[in-house]
């Protein structure tokens, strides 16, 4: 059965209901997922969206943290709370005839989270602790510097887990009013998959919402990337060169040249050992083990980036080679032969895409999210499946912005 979208009313406030009904398993899973509230979300203090996640997963004030889990493990109910860039996330996963157990509980941590002293300081000490193990992650590193580079000034130049600073200076009042600012009904979003009618989900779940404040909906600011290429080294005892690389991509979530530039990227850098440039770091020159590049385009912004590990001394090299490969690729587009191979892997692969219900939930989700009709998906393979040579390379040759690179480096 297909995920269906309609509206719940409460309080004149609509919320949206995705719904996939799949018996084949007594399984139910609920989340509840507020938009513009991930680390996009993290204007006062870096990390602060991750920090109040980790306080969620605490437990209720009144049981406290061990209590509330053992409760939770007793019933094999499983509830988490956890960030993304733009989303807040809170779900409940357990066993069809214990539900109403898990939605109890839900519920109760819904109202009740475990504020308390004890509970921050301890999520500060794992936080700290994350991050002092982070020190010595150099991938970590490249990348947060990549970020910080890219989107300069902005929210999105923090590092989503927050700096020791940062960290170390979250108090309980800001958890409480993150909490309070963003789990609300106008921001609301929920996701039900499993054994169970869509009525029935409707009314368990709209008990539920009916308790919380409406709060202010508040659209995703776009953040626009840094057009002036910069570029950071960063001192480290490394045996390894990291290279962190990132340029603007001037294309929206909603754009309808986006399949084109999911077809370009994946020639470029995503396919893995096909991809362009693999081919002339790894296969043609041996500077390394690995190299990719993507697109991250989403509502706050829009972005190409990608990465390599290499030697210390072949460190110039291959910042040169991906500058080339990249400009070569924007000059001359790609080949016939390069096009047809993607399009049989991305139509080929696509049964791979939808195999299981949470993945079908989180397609029509993001869907929805970003205001686009039900089955935009399979639009898009149409669109790839008619994609010409002549279309893709000028599209490709448009995007001349991709060539304005900032270089995030740890080396030696």
Not at 69 to 74: G, I, M, Q, T, W
Not at 330 to 355: A, C, H, I, M, Y
Request: overall charge neutral.
């Amino acid at each position: 059965m297909a995920a269906t979208i309609e509206d719940i009313k409460v309080k004149d406030t609509n919320i949206p209901l995705i719904f996939e009904q799949d018996k084949r398993l007594p399984l139910v899973t609920i989340q509840f997922i507020f938009k513009n509230s991930g680390s996009v979300a993290d204007t006062t203090k870096a990390g602060l969206a991750k920090f109040s996640a980790k306080v969620m997963n605490e437990g209720t004030k009144k049981l406290g943290s061990s209590a509330f889990a053992e409760e939770l493990e007793s019933k094999a109910i499983h509830i988490s709370a956890s960030t993304g860039k733009e989303t807040f996330v809170i779900e409940v996963g357990c066993l069809k005839e214990e539900l109403d157990n898990g939605l109890k509980y839900f519920d109760m941590l819904l109202k009740d989270p475990n504020l308390a002293q004890d509970a921050i300081d301890k999520v500060k000490t794992t936080t700290l602790g994350s991050l002092a193990r982070k020190e010595n992650d150099f991938d970590y590193i490249a990348s947060s510097e990549l970020n910080a580079l890219l989107f300069e000034g902005s929210v999105l130049a923090n590092p989503s887990l927050g700096t020791v600073e940062s960290v170390k200076s979250i108090e309980l009042e800001d958890v409480k009013k993150f909490l309070t600012d963003n789990l609300v009904m106008s921001k609301l979003m929920v996701v039900v998959g499993g054994d169970i009618e869509a009525e029935d989900v409707k009314t368990k779940v709209t008990k539920i919402i009916k308790s919380m404040a409406v709060g202010e909906n508040g659209e995703v600011k776009n953040y626009s990337v840094t057009k002036e290429p910069k570029e950071k080294i960063v001192k480290k005892e490394t045996e390894q060169a990291y290279i962190y690389f990132g340029s603007p991509y001037n294309i929206s979530v909603n754009s309808e040249d986006y399949y084109k530039a999911r077809v370009a990227t994946f020639i470029l850098g995503s396919s893995g050992f096909g991809s362009r440039l693999m081919e002339e770091i790894r296969v043609k020159r041996g500077l390394a083990y690995s190299a990719y590049a993507r697109i991250d385009v989403t509502k706050s912004s829009s972005c190409m980036s990608g990465h390599l590990q290499t030697k210390l001394d072949s460190l110039e090299e291959a910042k040169k080679t991906v500058k080339d490969v990249v400009a070569q690729f924007v000059k001359e587009g790609v080949t016939k032969d390069e096009l047809e191979q993607t399009k049989k892997f991305l139509l080929g692969s696509e049964p791979l895409r939808v195999e299981t219900m949470s993945q079908r939930l989180n397609r029509t989700f993001m869907e929805y999210y970003n205001s686009q009709e039900l089955g935009h998906s399979l639009k898009e393979l149409e669109l790839i499946g008619k994609l010409s040579l002549k279309d893709l390379n000028d599209f490709i040759k448009a995007h001349k912005e991709i060539l304005d690179m900032s270089f995030a480096i740890v080396t030696k």
